[in-house]
C-alpha cells in the first residue's frame, strides 16, 4: 500500500501549503541542494514518525530528493494537514496518516511504515522506536540507527538505554542548541500562544496565565504571555529552573497555589498528572486548560471528567466542562498538544533549523551509523555549527570573524593582568 | 605580614558595608552556621585572589568560620574596596590589597598570598594559577586542588588542561548553573548598566547599545539595556549565539558595522582586541567605551592612544580622548571591567550564590580532593541544587514537588501515544 | 425587509460564538441588567453600522433589552461573521450584512438601516453620517445624535464640523480613555499580529516587522511585536510621536528606508499612500504587507497591481503578486483591515469596555440629546470612569481609595517643601 | 549678594560637570545660539526655583545668553550639587542654594530670589509662587507671568485657579508632551531606580518592587523596574489608571495588601500619606522605602518614627529603623525625592527637552504675557514640535513627512469604504 490519506483530491491544496514552507525553509533548501547532487541516501529506507505538517512535508521531500525510500506516518492524532498528507501521498512518499486518527489506525499506520523494512529510523516522541523494542523486533534486523526529535523522546531513550533495553544508537536531535535552544524555545513559545488565541480569541493583556514547567518549552511560552501582557505564574519542580524563573521576573508558586488565581493554564513540563482534580476543584470559573507538551497526560482528563455533570463542545478545538460545583472548565484541543492540534505548529523558519538537523543527522548516520556505540548520542558540533550558519546567512545576517590573534589568546593561559 | 591595606582606620565604615552584604546573603548565612559546627577546613589554608569586595568579604568570614587560615589579594587593580579591606584585616584576615595597586604591587600581593603555602586556592580569572604554574611552582607541593570563579579563568585553565600544562585538579565554579546563570546573565546584567549610568548619568532611553558578546554576561547586558529602553546591537563570532541574539529581537551586525552606529559600547567577550582602532576611527563624536570582560584587553587602548592628540579625565570614571580626526571618545574606567570599577560590582544577593558554591566546594574539596584527577571538574550537582533550594527559601518561594508516580513516568518508556 | 443574511442556517453556530463573547463581556452583562429594569430606549430605534462580529451581537442584544429597534449593518465588506449574522436576524434585530460583500451591497445595506428612521446612530469610520449628509438628508428629521466608534470616523467628523457640515451632534466613543487607550492598543495590538500569524503561520522572532504609525493602534502593535521577538522599525509624521518611538527602544525611519529593511510591514496611520509604488520597488523579496487602519488606502493596492505581471490567492487571507522585477510581495486580506479579515477582531474582553462606553453614551444621549450643540463631543467622564470600575471589578482586582485627607491635599495649594 | 553657596572653590569641578551636560543638551544649544543673536530676555529678570543641577545650569546660562538677569534658588533641600552651584556663582549667576539646607534657610534663599523683583517665575512644586501669594504679594508688581515644570506644582496652581486664588498668568509646562511624556516617564524612569540601586546595591531581578501611582512617573518606574527583571506590583486611586496596569502586565492591588508582598516601596503619587503605619506594620523585615514625588510626605515618617525603637544611618542615604515588632525598615534619601537625592536627577538628554520647552516658554512669555488671561495656561504646540524636531535633528533620526495629498485626505470627510 502506497498510502493511507483522509482525501487524496487535497493534493493541490496541499502543494500550496508545502511550497509556501519551502520559501520559509532556505537552510532545507540549501541542504536539498547538496542531496541533490550527492544522493546520500541511495538505497537507504527511511522510516519516520512525525506531525504530519507542511514543513515535514519539506523534510520528507529533501530526504527523498538524498535518494531515501521514505515512510511517513503521523506522530500524534490531532496533528495531520490533510491536504499535505494527500501532496505527499501524490508526490511519492509512502505516507499512512489523517487528523482525528483512532488510537488502533494510530498503531495500524506506524506498523505499516516498519513494513518498509528501514535502515533509519525518525521519531518524535519515540513512539515507532518503542513498537520495535516491544511488538516488531524483528525489524530491528535492517535498522543502523535512529534519530529523536523530541525532549519526551530523549527522555523515553535514556530511560531505555539505563535500563540496557536500547537496542540500536539513537541521536537525540532535540539536544542539539540550534534544535532545542530555538524550536523549543521560539517555537513553542509563539505556536502556543497562537494556538491558544485562534482557539479562543481570549485577549491576553491582563490576563493571569499559569505556566507549568519552565524548560526551553516553558520559558518560551511564559516570555512569550509576557510579551503580550499577560501577567504570568510559573509552576516548576527543579530548584535552578524556578530560581531563574523567579529572577526573569516570574511569580513563581506551586500549582496548588496558582490553581486557584489562573485565568489560562498552559502545561509544557513532559511529565503526567501535573494539573489534577485537586487542582480544577479550586480553579477559577472559566478556566482554560491547555498542553503543549508532547503527550495528553499532563492534564488528567479523567479527574475532570470526574468532577463534571457534562460537557459539550463550543468550538472545534474548545471543550466545556460543567462541574459539579457550578463552575466551567475549558479544554483546548483534548489536552494535545494545542500548538499542533489547534493552530498549524511550529512556524516554518524554525522548523527550518529543526529538519536541518534531523537531513544532515540522518546523512551523517549514513555515513558513520557503525562507528556508533548503543547509547544515546549527540548531534556532531559541526552540523550545529552548520545550520547556524546556513540560517544567519540565509537571514542576511553577517557576524564577526576571529583574527588568528584572537583564537591564540583564547587558547593562551599565560596571560594575565 | 597580616595585611597591606590602604587606610586601617576605614574599618568602621568597612563593617557596616559588610553588615549589609550579610542581611542580603542569606544563603552564606545559612552555611556559615552548619560550618561553625562541622568546621571543615580545621587546619587548612585557603588562599584566594578575588575582588575584594563587601561580598567576598562574607566569603572570606564564612571560610574563616569554618575553621580556615584564609589569605587573599584582589583580582583587578581597580575592584578592591579600601573599606572593606580594612575591615577584613581586623577582624584577622592576612588580606594584601588596595584600590589603584601598581602593577608590581599587584604580585607582591599574590606572592604574599602564596607564602601561607595554601592547600586549596580561588581564584578570579587564574591569576594565582597562573604565577604558580611560572614562578611559585614550589607552592604546588602543599595544594590540594583549586577553584575558578570567572568564565575568562576557565578558559585559562582548560587550555593548561590541554597542553598538560595543570598540575592539580581545579573546579569550574564558574561553569555551575546556579554560578554562570545568575551571577554572569543577571548579575552582569545590572551591575554593567549601573555602572555606565554611574560613570555617565547617561538616558539609556534611546540610545544605541552596542554588546560585543552575547554569551550569558553580554546576553544579560544586551537584555537588561532594552529593558531600560536602549537600542541593542549586538556582534558576535559564534553561529548559535548570533542567531539567538537575532531571534531575541536584537540587530546584530559585524562590529565595523556596529562600530558607526552605537552611542555606548560594552566588551563581554572574553577576547582581545575586540575595539580597535579601525572601529574606533569611525566611531560618531562622543562614543563611550566600557569593558565587562575580565581583563583590559577587549578594548585596545593603546590603539586608542595611537589615535589621540591628547586626552585628560572628565570624572572618577571617564577619560575623555581627543581624536586626531576631531571626535571625541570616552573611555569608560580604563577599559578594566566597568561594573567593578565604576560602581559596587555585582549585587549581594547573586554573589550569596556564586559564593555559596564556593563555600560548599571548598568544603568538598577538603574531604574529596585525594579522589580527583589532575583536570578541570565540574560542581558536583548536589551542591548546585542545595544552593538553588536554599535561595529559594531565603526568597520564600515554595515549588511542587514530583511524586512517586510523576517520578517513575520520567522513568519510564513503554507508555506512549 | 427583516434581514439580509448569508445562511440563517448557521444561526446555532452563531448563538454559541455570542454566548461565549457574552462570557466574556462582564460590564456590558452587568449594564444589560440594569437596561432590562430601566428600558432607557423605550420608543428608540438605533441604526448601527458596525463589524458584524461576536462582540457586536452582544452589543445589539443589550441594547435591544434596554428596549431599542435596532437596525444593523456591516462598517466593512470583509469583517461580517455569517453565523453572527445569522444569529442576530434570528433573534429579531434588522441587520442587513454579510461577508464579502459588494460595494454597490455594501451601501444598499446601509440605505435600507436608514430606512428604520433611527433617533441615534452609531458608526465605525462615519459611513452611515456621510450617507446621511449626502444621499439621505431627509434622515436627519428624526435624528437626535450619534456616536463614533473608530480614530478614522472621528477624524473624518472633526473635518466635517470644521467645515460647518455637520448637522447634527456626535459623541466621539473612540476618543475616551477606556475605548481608545484599551481597544486600540491592547486590542489592536494583538488582534493585528494574530492575524498576521494566522494569515502566515510566520515566526516573528528575529523578523523585521516595519509598523507605519505610532498611535494608540501603532503603538500597540509595535509593543506585541516586539513581545514576540520581532526587530521593529517604526515610520511616522509626528515627530513627538517619533521621539517615543525612539525613547521606547524603537528604530525610528523614514518608510523610504525602512522599505529595504522589512519582511513584514503593517500600516495602522489613518492615512492614505503609507506605502506605495517607490516603497514596493525597493523591498526584499517576499516582503508582506498588511493593514491594520480602517480603510483599505494605506497600502496603494493600484500601485501594487501596476507593478506586478501577474498575482494569485497562495491561501484564503494571502494574495501573491509577482512583480516585474523578479520578486514577490504577499498583500494581506486584500489590504483591508486585517484583524477583521483574517482574524476575529478584537477579543471580547476589550470590546466589552468600547461597547459598555457605546452601550451607556446612547442611554446618556437618550435623555440628554437636546442639550448638545452640534458639534463633536466628548463621552461625559462618569461614563469612563464607571466603565473602568465595573471592569475592575469583573477582574477581581481592587485598588486604593483616597482618604478625606489626601483629597484635601490634592485640593490644597499652601502646603510645600 | 550675589550668591550663597556652600564652597565657591568647587567652581572648576561644577565646570567640567557643566560641559558634560551641555554636551547631551543640543537642542538648548540650538536654542542658544538663537538667543544670543535676538536676545527676547533683554531687560529682563528672571526668578527660578529649580533643582540645581548641572542640567539647571545649562538653563540657567541659556536665559543669561538671551539677556536674562537670573535668579536662582534650589527647590529641594537635598537636591543641589554643591559644585555646580559654585560654578554659577561664578559665572554671574545669582544663585542661593546649597545640599542640606534647613527649613528656614531654604525660604531665606527664595525670599532673596524674590528681591532680585523677577518678571517671570519659574517653579519645581510651585513653592516660589506660594510665597509670592503668601508673603510675599508686593513681588506681584514686577511679574509678568510664571512656568510650573512639575506635577505636584501643576495641581497646587490649579487648585489655586480654582479658588480664585491665582494672581498672574502661569504656563504648565509640565503638561506638555515634550516634557512631561518624556522627562517624567523616560527620567523619572531610569533616574529613580538608578538612585535606589546607588543607595543599596540591591539586585532588582527577582525582588517584588510596590509602584504607588500609575501616572507617568510611576508607570515609568514600573516599566524600567521590569525591564530589570522585577516582580512589580502597583498601587492606585484611579480606576482606569489601575485597569491600564493590570493589561500593562503588572499585578494591581490596595497597598494593604501590597504592603505584605514588596521588598522595595517607590511612591510616585503626588499626595500625602501614601505608605503609612498601617501598612509598614505588615512588612517583611528589611523592606526598603523610597519616595521620587516631589514632596516628602508619600511615606508618612512621623509614622515611621513612631513604630520603631531606634534609627542610624547605614550609607550616606539609607536610614535603618528597627521596629517595636523586631523587623527593620530602610528609609532611602529621608523619603525626599530619591533620584536627586541619591542619584544625579534625570538625565542631561531628557532634561534637554524639558528645559528647551522651558527656554522658549520664557521667551514666548516675553513677547506675549500681556494677551493672557490669568489662569493655567499649556505651552504652545509650535513650541513642543519645535523641541521634538530639534531632538530627533540631534539624534540623526529622520521621519516621514506627509503629501499634500495625504494632508487633504485627513482634512476630508466624503471618501470611505
Redesign the interface.
Known sequence: MKYLVKDISLAAQGN??I??AE??MPVLKAIAKEFKAKQPFKNTKIAACLHVTKETAVLAKVLAQGGASVFLCG???LSTQDDVAAALAKSGINIYAWRGIS?KD?YRCLNLVLDGKPQITIDD???LI?LIH?KRTEALKSIWAGQEETTTGV???K??A??G?LKYPVVAVNDT??KH??DNY??T??STL?AV??AT??????KKVVVAGYGYCGSGVAQ?A???????IV??????K???A??????????R?AAKLGDIFITAT????VITKKHMAVMKD?AMLANTGH?N?EISIPDLESLSKSHRP??SAVEEYNLNNGNKIYLLAEGRLVNLAA??G?????MDMSFADQALTAAWLAKNHSKLSINVHNVPDEI??RV??L??AA?G???????P??KK?????????
Open positions: 500550496l501549503k511550497q509556501w520559501n520559509e506522530s500524534n492524532p488510537n494510530y516522541g519515540a513512539d518503542s516491544s527522555i523515553r531513550l530511560a531505555m539505563k535500563d533495553a542548541p540550534t535552544m530555538f521560539y517555537g513559545g509563539q497562537d488565541i485562534r480569541n481570549i485577549l491576553l493583556a491582563g512569550k509576557r510579551g503580550l501582557g499577560a501577567h504570568v509552576t516548576e519542580v527543579d530548584p535552578v524556578s530560581l531563574r523567579v529572577m526573569d521576573g516570574f511569580y513563581v508558586a506551586p500549582m497555589e513532559g511529565d503526567r498528572d472559566r503527550f497526560v463550543v468550538s493552530a498549524e511550529h512556524p516554518s523558519s524554525v550545529d555549527r547556524a550558519k540560517k544567519l537571514m545576517v553577517k557576524i564577526d570573524i576571529l583574527t590573534e584572537q589568546y583564547l587558547a593562551s593561559w599565560q596571560e594575565g593582568t
